[in-house]
């Protein structure tokens, strides 16, 4: 399995011009904790954490520092810190060095890169833009659809019945890719996430299974009207 199977699409973004209260209240809104910025042509530029504006509300950046590391630091140091604990918008605050990955990217490899850094998700892009995402929980997702204990390739089948059903999803209020994930092993669609009610699931079902290919559906869908953090 690479990146592009289990990657959620259709990412919540932001411009770097975007104020950072309407950030605060679309990582609220959304219940994310952060938030890629990208540029007018989608390219991907930084991504602002809730850990960066609690920096900025706090004023961590500017701790008094002592007097040999202001001797031996980078002179460029201060002025940046000063920038993102009084800035008002994502470029002042966003952290612009992401890691990210490919769409070809290995699962094993995403694993390794979100333990050793200790983040929760990485930006996936294709030729510096933003096409996806790839969360802790996305992987999660996809160890329990496998059946065995090395991660199988996905058969190209099931490639196109992800596909299918994300474009499906695409054109409906109500099957948000944002608050939801699908996995697909073998001709078994697997839901995971949140949706605003029964209906809704029971349409999601429905969707999947009018894909030719599809075997079983198999809804991990709970009913709630605030998306909770699971990105």
Same mark, same amino acid.
């Given at each position: 399995?690479?990146?592009?199977d289990?990657?959620?699409?259709?990412?919540?973004?932001?411009?770097?011009?975007?104020?950072?209260?309407?950030?605060?209240?679309?990582?609220?809104?959304?219940?994310? +904790?952060?938030?890629p910025?990208? &540029?007018?042509?989608?390219?991907?530029?930084?991504?602002?954490?809730?850990?960066?504006?609690? #920096?900025?509300?706090?004023?961590?950046?500017?701790?008094?520092?002592?007097?040999?590391?202001s001797?031996?630091?980078?002179?460029?140091? @201060?002025?940046?810190?000063?920038?993102?604990? #009084?800035?008002?918008?994502?470029?002042?605050?966003?952290?612009?060095?992401?890691?990210?990955?490919?769409?070809?990217?290995?699962? /094993?490899?995403?694993a390794?890169?979100?333990?050793?850094?200790?983040?929760? @998700?990485?930006p996936?892009? @294709?030729?510096?833009?933003?096409?996806?995402i790839v969360?802790?929980?996305n992987?999660?997702?996809? =160890?329990?659809s496998?059946?065995?204990?090395?991660?199988p390739?996905?058969?190209?089948?099931?490639?196109d019945?992800?596909?299918?059903?994300?474009?499906?999803? +695409?054109?409906? +209020?109500w099957? &948000?890719?944002?608050?939801?994930?699908?996995?697909?092993?073998?001709?078994?669609?697997?839901?995971?996430?949140?949706? %605003?009610? %029964?209906?809704?699931?029971?349409?999601? @079902?429905? /969707?999947? %299974?009018?894909?030719?290919?599809?075997?079983?559906?198999?809804?991990? =869908?709970?009913?709630?009207?605030?998306?909770?953090?699971? =990105?």
């Open positions: 399995m690479f990146a592009k289990i990657m959620t699409p259709n990412v919540i973004t932001v411009g770097p011009d975007d104020s950072l209260e309407s950030i605060a209240n679309l990582l609220i809104e959304k219940r994310i +904790s952060a938030v910025v990208v &540029s007018d042509d989608d390219e991907l530029i930084g991504i602002v954490s809730e850990g960066d504006l609690v #920096h900025r509300v706090r004023g961590d950046f500017e701790l008094p520092r002592s007097w040999w590391l001797l031996i630091g980078d002179p460029g140091d @201060r002025p940046r810190e000063y920038i993102r604990s #009084h800035g008002s918008v994502a470029s002042d605050v966003m952290t612009k060095k992401v890691i990210t990955v490919t769409e070809f990217t290995s699962i /094993a490899e995403i390794e890169i979100l333990e050793s850094l200790r983040i929760k @998700r990485v996936v892009v @294709r030729a510096g833009k933003l096409v996806g969360s802790r929980a992987i999660i997702q996809a =160890l329990i496998r059946e065995s204990k090395e991660l390739s996905v058969a190209t089948s099931d490639q019945i992800r596909q299918k059903l994300i474009d499906e999803c +695409s054109h409906h +209020s099957a &948000s890719n944002v608050a939801m994930n699908v996995v697909v092993k073998d001709g078994v669609v697997r839901f995971w996430g949140f949706v %605003e009610s %029964e209906d809704a699931k029971d349409a999601l @079902r429905i /969707a999947a %299974e009018n894909i030719p290919g599809v075997k079983a559906v198999e809804a991990n =869908l709970a009913i709630t009207a605030a998306y909770p953090d699971y =990105l």
